[in-house]
C-alpha cells in the first residue's frame, strides 16, 4: 500500500490502450481493404482472361463454319457449356466498308468479313470484345 502512495505505477492508462486500440484497428482496416482490392482486380483479370481464350474460339469457329456461307444472318448469340456456362457471347458479321481496295473485275475475287465479337459473364456487365477481318478466295465456277 506504500508504494501506491508514492506514485510507482506500472502499467498503462486507459486512454493510452484506447489509442493503441484505434491505431491497430485503423491498420487492419486499410490492410483488409488493400486485400478486397486485390481480390477484386485478380477477379477482373481472370475474367479477361477466360473471356479472351472463349472469344477466339468463338471467332475461329464462326470463320470456320458454315456462319459465313448464310448471308442472311448477320447477328449471333449464345452461351457456353459448362464449366462457363455463366459466360454468354454475341458476334456481328459486316462487310467493311474498303472503297477503291477491290475493283469488280479483280482476280482473284475476295470475300471479306469484318467479324465483331464480344464474351462476358452474364452477372458483370464487363465484355470483352474483339474485331477480327477474315478474307477467303470467293470459289469460281470457272476452271
Known sequence: ????????????????VLV?????????TVIL????TAI????????RLVAAVLVRGTVA?????????QGAARHFSGNFS??????GWRAELAE??????????SAPKIEIFEINAGVGRE???????????????QETDEQ
Open 1 to 16: 500500500m506504500h508504494a501506491m502512495l508514492k506514485g510507482d505505477k506500472k502499467g498503462f492508462t486507459l486512454i493510452e
Open 20 to 28: 493503441a486500440v484505434v491505431i491497430l484497428a485503423t491498420g487492419i
Open 33 to 36: 481493404r488493400a486485400f478486397e
Open 40 to 47: 477484386v482486380a485478380l477477379d477482373a483479370a481472370r475474367d
Open 61 to 69: 469457329e464462326i470463320a470456320a463454319g458454315q456462319v459465313l456461307d
Open 82 to 87: 459448362a464449366p462457363y456456362q455463366r459466360y
Open 96 to 105: 467493311p466498308n474498303l472503297p477503291g481496295m477491290l475493283s469488280a473485275d
Open 123 to 137: 452477372d458483370v456487365t464487363r465484355y470483352f470484345g474483339v474485331s477480327l477481318w477474315y478474307w477467303r478466295f
